[in-house]
């Protein structure tokens, strides 16, 4: 059978770094093809020149057997190749409909025409329904959940006549419930005829939705085999380069510690309210509950980085005023936010200030000891960058986490708040990030911990609190701990 893309010693450099070198990569007619990966593997620049967003500087790309060159993102569109990315590109204002049909509406490229917006929304409609979905087109994109907008988007390439569909990190930002929607999207694309490349950090899903997987390591393709014919732990050989050490350590007891952090009565009209724990040195806590439980909101004013209207915070034992994030970065507490892209990072900034920020007094920056402790945390957290000097966006997911984890270290901080501090994040980087965390409570901090992934928080934490509409419904020890347990007060049931 010949591939419907065919990509043949594919190389690309970015400056120094060498991104991709010799890859071959095929994708037959109907499949779905995992790609998986560390961060900074090159999947997403394999991804970007299958989709012509970038061009490769050695190798040969074939479409149903015929070579392409100079392919661009217009070109792969019109061949029919569509990439619905990790941040999706819909415009709020418009509707499901407007959006599946931009660039593609009858008056496109004309000066006047009359557009018949209910035959469009019709279509519209029809195409959400093949993919399982029974949606209103006339609805805002804005007013759609996230797993809403995706179908949009999966629904905008088939109005393209998309043969092969392209999807980078489908479920980083979905609950169980619309996960596994997408999954039947997916299916249901198969089933149609259309390809599809899926690339995850969920190795969960490339047994759920994959027909053959690829791993890439190091800018190199290390295997491709059928998804069922590589057991998980292979597959993470295959990824890191070693075997799949274990993620998670034993539990500890913090029992007779001193208390770190103490939260009485916290309260946020809408969002959280009467919320009350206390976590002792050296434990991890963590924080689960469905999403909207509020968890995301009660993390945020503790750093005094959105408001709240009642409650009191001692930490070791001392009332602390937080209004603001530099009230609690002095109080000794540190937030690792749920999108550190857009809460985290100065993403134009060189690495080295982004990791200073925090210890630094005042707005004098002193550049050489700034390099110097810069240049030890990339040791210890073994970031993947040119130097301290690299600009942050051009760092991987993975890479670009360690950096706001190196600003805290260095901070020398005493309570963690660590919300989805694994998104996005492939399984050799989530170990890394696991051994921080431990290590931090071995130190004798105090660790928060919120995850969508109920792995995480059942292996990590010595206690769980678990969060139901704004208030915690109840607490677990770690030997009562179950996802069933979990669940159930997650959704409103009795401990």
């Not at 009359?114 to 209103?136: C, F, K, N, S, T």
């Not at 050490?245 to 969002?271: C, N």
């Amino acid at each position: 059978m010949t591939p419907l893309l065919e990509m043949q010693g594919i190389r690309k450099r970015f400056g120094g770094v060498t991104a991709l070198e010799d890859v071959s990569f095929e994708v037959r007619p109907g499949e779905v093809h995992a790609l998986v990966g560390e961060n900074g593997a090159g999947k997403s620049t394999l991804m970007n020149i299958a989709s012509g967003v970038l061009a490769p500087d050695a190798g040969r790309i074939l479409w149903d057997g015929a070579a392409v060159s100079g392919l661009s993102p217009r070109t792969a569109q019109q061949m029919g190749i569509g990439f619905v990315h990790q941040e999706l590109a819909l415009v709020p204002q418009l509707s499901a409909g407007e959006n599946i049909f931009l660039g593609r509406h009858p008056c496109a490229g004309r000066a006047r025409c009359w557009v018949r917006w209910e035959r469009i929304h019709e279509q519209a409609r029809r195409l959400l329904e093949e993919l399982g979905r029974p949606l209103d087109p006339r609805r805002a994109v804005g007013e759609l959940s996230v797993g809403e907008q995706q179908l949009v988007e999966i629904a905008r390439a088939l109005a393209f006549q998309a043969r092969l569909v392209i999807m980078d990190e489908p479920t980083a930002a979905l609950s169980e419930h619309e996960a596994a929607r997408l999954f039947e999207a997916v299916g249901r694309l198969k089933q149609r005829g259309v390809s599809v490349i899926y690339s995850t950090h969920r190795l969960k899903e490339v047994y759920q939705v994959a027909d053959r997987v690829t791993v890439l390591r190091d800018g190199r393709r290390v295997a491709t085999a059928a998804a069922g014919e590589l057991p998980p732990e292979t597959l993470v050989r295959h990824m890191v380069g070693r075997a799949a050490k274990e993620q998670f350590a034993g539990g500890r007891s913090a029992a007779g510690a001193e208390e770190m952090l103490r939260v009485e009565g916290f309260s946020a009209r809408g969002r959280f309210e009467g919320v009350s724990f206390a976590v002792r040195r050296g434990e991890i806590v963590g924080l689960a509950g469905l999403v909207g439980a509020g968890r995301t909101e009660l993390l945020e004013a503790l750093f005094g980085a959105a408001p709240h209207e009642a409650g009191r915070v001692w930490i070791e034992g001392r009332p602390a005023e937080i209004r603001s994030p530099r009230d609690a970065i002095r109080a000794g507490m540190a937030l690792i936010p749920d999108d550190r892209k857009s809460k985290g990072l100065f993403a134009a900034a060189p690495l080295k200030w982004n990791v200073v920020l925090a210890s630094e007094r005042g707005f004098r920056i002193r550049a050489e000891r700034e390099r110097q402790k810069t240049q030890r945390l990339i040791g210890e957290l073994r970031l993947r960058t040119t130097g301290p000097e690299e600009p942050v966006m051009r760092l991987s997911g993975g890479n670009q986490q360690k950096v706001v984890l190196a600003r805290w270290l260095l901070a020398e901080a005493k309570v963690f708040l660590f919300d989805e501090p694994t998104r996005g994040i492939d399984a050799g980087a989530k170990a890394e990030i696991y051994e921080i965390i431990r290590r931090l409570a071995a130190r004798g901090a105090a660790v928060v911990l919120v995850s969508s992934e109920l792995e995480e928080v059942l292996n990590l934490a010595d206690r769980v609190l678990v969060m139901h509409r704004g208030r915690i419904a109840g607490e677990l020890l770690r030997e009562q701990a179950s996802e069933e347990a979990v669940m159930r007060l997650a959704t409103g049931g009795v401990q």
